[in-house]
């Protein structure tokens, strides 16, 4: 008799990590089910897929046979479930993965204007910041910040990044206004402290140093691990924040943020937003669509 699914997905993750703690840990088992389900499962086979000692367990020769075959099946299956999610969708309804910062700050204020201009398309969304898969995952297309070197998929480059200083009204209301860079000494600044791809967002010591001032002592700098807490403690009226320009450009043109100075810094050339979609997929009608009204919108 061969095991079920979720015997495979246990002995799949059990192989992987070579630890039932961590199998455990990642399919939101005890350490104790993941051990009866793998000797259940080996029962089953009348095969041990593991040897055991007291501090690590090996595959057997037969176990790794197994984790291979096993691999296969669930991915297999993963992209079999993939894909009749999509056929039962149909081809009226097109699923579109981004970020959550992308989403609020870009997407959501010209959505409005997308269903206007293509009223029989259903646009739903996959908020993640995670990377998916298109042969896996319930998805048509996506929108990821990077190089557009995705393999096997056909990639368009939306706008590049430029991150600059913002303020709200009321802050210049209530205190000077920064008239030069050096002003900025003066006031709470925060950033977003993060790595892309190996690369540093750009922060304060980099804006500071691209407005001409050397030396610039960024231990007092508020980092965050998030835009959205950037901007919320600038709309707050308490901080001046460096952010993505094209992320804010509502805010910027609606008064509820104000830009200090012409001075951005870009990050890394080779870095965008872009639209990303299977390279089948490429002249479907519905991915068509929703190419050349993002791309318009970019533009």
């Not at 205190?175 to 925060?190: A, G, I, N, R, Y």
């Not at 870009?266 to 993002?294: C, F």
Request: net charge negative; charged share 25%.
């Amino acid at each position: 008799m061969l095991p079920g699914t979720r015997a495979l997905r246990t002995f799949e993750a059990a192989g992987r990590h070579l630890n039932f703690t961590r199998a455990a840990e990642e399919l939101g088992l005890t350490p104790a089910a993941v051990s009866f389900q793998i000797k259940e499962f080996e029962e089953q086979l009348d095969v041990p897929l593991f040897t055991r000692t007291s501090r690590r367990i090996q595959l057997t020769f037969a176990g790794a046979v197994m984790f291979e075959a096993a691999t296969d099946a669930l991915d297999s299956l993963h992209r079999a479930a993939g894909r009749a999610r999509r056929m039962a969708r149909g081809a009226a309804h097109l699923r579109l993965s981004l970020g959550a910062r992308f989403a609020t700050h870009w997407l959501l204020p010209r959505l409005s204007r997308f269903r206007e201009a293509n009223p029989d398309l259903e646009l739903t969304f996959d908020i993640t910041d995670q990377v998916r898969d298109f042969g896996v995952d319930d998805v048509d297309a996506a929108i990821r910040f990077g190089n557009g070197k995705y393999t096997g998929t056909q990639s368009e480059r939306l706008f590049d990044t430029v991150v600059v200083p913002v303020c709200s009204p009321r802050l210049i209301e209530t205190s000077l206004k920064p008239e030069v860079p050096k002003d900025l000494f003066h006031h709470t600044l925060c950033y977003v402290d993060c790595q892309t791809g190996g690369m540093v967002w750009p922060n304060w010591s980099m804006w500071m140093a691209a407005a001409g001032i050397d030396e610039f002592d960024d231990s007092q700098c508020i980092a965050f691990t998030d835009s959205s807490h950037v901007v919320q403690a600038v709309t707050d009226g308490n901080a001046i924040g460096l952010v993505e320009l094209e992320m804010v450009e509502n805010d910027l043109a609606e008064g509820r943020l104000v830009r200090l100075f012409d001075i951005g810094v870009s990050v890394a050339e080779e870095y965008a937003y872009h639209l990303v979609y299977p390279e089948s997929s490429s002249e479907e009608p519905s991915v068509k669509t929703l190419r050349d009204w993002i791309l318009s919108e970019a533009s």
